[in-house]
């Protein structure tokens, strides 16, 4: 098929502003496991694939009940201060997103309630609002904004919806990631402080790991451990058992 007959078939998926920005975000929230991180990233991503001023993601705090302003780009420093913190009932349009539903504000000069009054004080005119969900659960807030008005329309949310739930499971990843990283220094932790000597060996019966009462327990380093099989500092008498 000639360039002609394929412009004629359909636009080229390459060329789809939707793809090409969905790409762009999937690469960004991969590049790093800190939750900050992946939220600038993902952000840098959309002002520069989407047609927006700014943007924000705040997630949600089991612990006091509100969202936290974790990343930004072109918020003015008041707003920011403003958006820092938001209690779940401050804001309706932001209770209906913690909720799982997306919200489209085509002017917020007639949405001053809650948030709406302090983004019209920010320059704010239209704004997109979509849950940031992680394996199917709402983990917090996505927030677009233009200062000119613009209508959003449906495929707009379904856009940004996609996107969040990009950066939600790429958060959900990171949490998981550091969590294994904390259990696994716990472990190594009681492990080296323990008295007992402690090791791991493969099925051929060399050295893979041991702790440092290893070392004083049978008066060998570790590095001549590495060097030779265990079952050949077993006493001949039970080589056969510690064998099977």
């Not at 613009?150 to 949310?157: H, I, L, N």
């Not at 950066?167 to 323990?194: P, W």
Request: charged share 25%.
């Amino acid at each position: 098929m000639n360039s002609a007959q394929s412009n004629a078939s359909g636009a080229n998926p390459l060329r789809d502003p939707r793809l090409t920005a969905i790409n762009f975000v999937a690469d960004a929230v991969n590049r790093s496991l800190d939750l900050k991180d992946i939220s600038r990233n993902a952000l840098d991503a959309i002002l520069a694939s989407m047609k927006v001023d700014a943007c924000a993601v705040s997630m949600w705090q089991e612990a006091d009940q509100s969202l936290h302003l974790l990343a930004w780009h072109g918020l003015k420093e008041a707003f920011v201060q403003r958006l820092k913190l938001v209690r779940k009932g401050e804001d309706a349009d932001i209770d209906a997103v913690l909720n799982g539903q997306s919200k489209i504000i085509d002017d917020l000069m007639a949405d001053t309630q809650g948030l709406g009054d302090a983004a019209v004080r920010a320059g704010f005119r239209s704004a997109i609002l979509v849950p940031v969900r992680g394996h199917g659960k709402v983990l917090g807030v996505l927030g677009l904004g233009t200062y000119q008005m613009r209508k959003f329309d449906e495929s707009d949310v379904d856009l940004v919806e996609v996107i969040g739930n990009q950066i939600g499971n790429a958060v959900v990843h990171a949490q998981l990631q550091a969590e294994v990283r904390a259990s696994e220094e716990q472990y190594r932790a009681l492990i080296e402080g323990s008295d007992n000597a402690i090791y791991i060996a493969d099925t051929g019966g060399r050295l893979r790991f041991a702790n440092s009462a290893f070392s004083r327990v049978f008066g060998y380093s570790l590095h001549e451990m590495s060097q030779a099989k265990l079952l050949s500092c077993v006493h001949a008498d039970d080589v056969n058992i510690v064998r099977r």
